[in-house]
């Protein structure tokens, strides 16, 4: 670490995603850069690549955009599927959808529905697993939603679904809740989501069921209790 430095200057890098690309056998990660150049700023979405997790090539610029407002790309999710790549976006606190064959040409942004309405949101992470899409929506002011959709249906989602919200327990790792990421496995689901304490440290907490309408957040006191740091 790091596998990418951060850029010189006010800027920044942001919202990693990574994927396995059955293709290519390779893992991809993609991340959002900010460059400040007044008086716009300058929006990147680059990727890496490794066949091992260890060793990964220098960055690839994929999406460039300048503008005053820099909420057109915030929180990418990626997955290669029959041929294409396909992303959600976070745009102007609406989630998007987009298409690429080559990683760099994309589609015109597509809203993403739930319910018949735009997904409002933050940061957000769609997974494909077992043919079906899940998308995972942290929402101002930090709830985490939950809604699916079938591969080859991108933009069309089922009702959101809040599963995850602050307790207000002190030793709860789920001070402020961010972008989540689901683990499943053909009989439970693990979210591992992002979380700001009450003291501000940064920090991962997770929460675990049997699918993702019955999570139960994984406290502090049983990771002191079974000795996990």
Not at 120 to 146: A, C, E, F, R, S
């Amino acid at each position: 670490n790091p596998l990418v430095e951060a850029p010189i200057g006010s800027g920044y890098n942001s919202d990693a995603h990574m994927f396995y690309n059955d293709t290519s056998k390779k893992m991809e990660i993609w991340y959002r850069e900010v460059l400040g150049v007044s008086p716009e700023d300058e929006e990147n979405i680059y990727r890496i690549i490794s066949s091992d997790g260890i060793h990964w090539g220098a960055p690839e610029l994929l999406i460039n955009s300048s503008a005053s407002n820099i909420l057109q790309f915030i929180s990418p999710s990626v997955i290669f599927d029959d041929g294409v790549y396909k992303i959600w976006v976070m745009r102007d606190f609406y989630l998007v959808y987009m298409t690429s064959v080559n990683g760099k040409d994309w589609s015109t942004p597509v809203d993403v529905l739930s319910d018949g309405k735009r997904i409002h949101t933050w940061h957000t992470n769609v997974v494909l697993y077992d043919d079906k899409l899940h998308l995972v929506n942290q929402n101002l002011p930090g709830l985490i939603k939950y809604s699916y959709s079938e591969i080859g249906n991108e933009t069309i989602f089922s009702k959101e679904v809040e599963v995850l919200k602050r307790s207000g327990n002190p030793w709860d790792l789920d001070g402020q809740l961010y972008r989540a990421s689901p683990i499943f496995t053909p009989t439970n689901v693990i979210l591992i989501h992002g979380t700001i304490s009450p003291q501000y440290d940064w920090l991962l907490g997770a929460a675990s069921g049997v699918d993702m309408y019955n999570l139960k957040p994984i406290t502090q006191k049983a990771f002191d209790f079974y000795g996990v740091e």
